[in-house]
């Protein structure tokens, strides 16, 4: 196992900042997730702590060991990439087997450690097979038993699951995630993939324009987002104007559309206001039980399945998206409907009115 730092760590290409000042611990054995849009900077401070980069800025530590000069081939890495990179005229033995040859195990050692690897990802028995007779998933197996069967102190996954259909995606993502804790390697998994990034981290840092936004868990990156890019990037967010006005004992009057909610705040702020709100917050019915409902018309009724989705459009004009899990005496509501909503504002973020800093959230 090894803990890996990153300390004032800065990418240029060029004029282009592309990873800004990055401080990140990883502890040993951590399956640790850089999560963010294409072109937030995850896949470039992921190659420059492979070596594949050389940073303008800043220090990388393996463990006490400062790396920044250390080449790529030293680093004792394993790495998993978007495309598999698997050598079609070998077959399933010798891709695996590639990384031991270029470091001269012996023989029996390498016929050994392949075969355990390839027990690991449960392909054992096409150790014969060309990869072009692979399906998508195999191959991806093969990728990553190609990476761990040199026995790396730390393995780098960049999208390793993004060629692969939704279905395989999912049983590949537990099965990454059951490796990872079995062989107890320390991780770092670059997707844009938010579910895939819930489903599997120990903790999430969030990437916008090269810089960090935040680092958590995972409940707690969804649940307590930092700023409104975190939380419209992670799942799905509604956000609704409001207004705030602080009162004498810490705590603030927020007004939305026409209530008023007393809340303790985290900072002082007077003025216009940003409330996040889950739609899987939001509750409907079709009776004005209480005079802290928001009614609404229904745009939109998605029966998904393990959900209900609706659009529900405000008496402000605002359309929000609002989530049902539906029961066997639960009937789908219909679109033109007239509904009555509470937005759980208590289980809301409320954000400045550039969307940039916590002003309440019920942690």
């Known amino acids: 196992m090894l803990k890996i730092v990153l300390e004032n760590l800065s990418k240029d290409f060029g004029s282009f900042r592309a990873v800004d000042n990055v401080n990140i611990t990883i502890n040993e054995g ?32 393996f463990g006490e060991q400062l790396i920044n000069d250390v080449p790529t081939y030293k680093r004792n890495i394993g790495m998993v ?14 891709n695996v087997a590639y990384g031991l040859v270029a470091r001269k195990v012996g023989k029996a050692e390498i016929k050994k450690r392949v075969m355990d690897a390839l027990e690991i990802v449960e392909l054992a028995h096409l150790k014969d097979r060309a990869p072009a007779n692979l399906s998508g998933g ?9 990476a761990i069967v040199i026995r790396p102190k730390l393995l780098l996954m960049d999208e390793p699951l993004s060629n ?28 844009h993939d938010q579910e895939e990034a819930l489903a599997i981290s120990d903790r999430i840092a969030v990437m916008k324009d090269g810089i960090v936004q935040q680092i958590d868990i995972p409940e707690k990156v969804y649940i307590y987002p930092n ?40 900072r002082k702020h007077n003025g216009k206001v940003q409330v996040s709100v889950r739609p899987e917050d939001i509750k409907v019915s079709t009776e004005n039980s209480s005079e802290n409902l928001y009614k609404g018309v229904i745009e939109l009724s998605l029966f998904l399945g393990q959900k209900i989705s609706y659009l529900i459009r405000l008496t ?16 789908v509501l219909s679109e033109n409907q007239e509904v009555y909503l509470d937005l759980g504002i208590r289980r809301s973020v409320v954000y400045d009115s550039q969307g940039n800093e916590v002003i309440y959230s019920a942690e």
């Open 30 to 61: 951590e399956l640790f997730t850089l999560l963010g849009p294409s072109g937030c900077g995850k896949t470039t401070l992921l190659r420059t702590i492979a070596g594949f980069y050389q940073q303008n800025e800043g220090n990388i530590y």
């Open 81 to 94: 990439f978007q495309n598999y990179a698997i050598f079609p005229h070998m077959n399933v033995f010798d």
């Open 138 to 146: 195999q191959q991806q197996r093969i990728a990553l038993a190609r």
């Open 164 to 191: 692969l259909d939704a279905k395989l995606r999912v049983q590949m993502r537990n099965d990454i995630k059951r490796l990872q804790k079995e062989l107890n390697i320390t991780t770092i998994y670059v997707t």
């Open 227 to 266: 700023n409104r890019f975190v939380a419209n990037f992670i799942g799905t967010s509604n956000f609704i104007e409001g207004n705030c006005e602080m009162k004498q004992d810490e705590t603030a009057q927020i007004k939305i559309l026409n209530n008023n909610f007393i809340l303790p705040v985290k």
């Open 316 to 331: 402000n004009g605002q359309t929000i998206e609002v989530h049902s899990h539906p029961s066997s005496h639960e009937r």
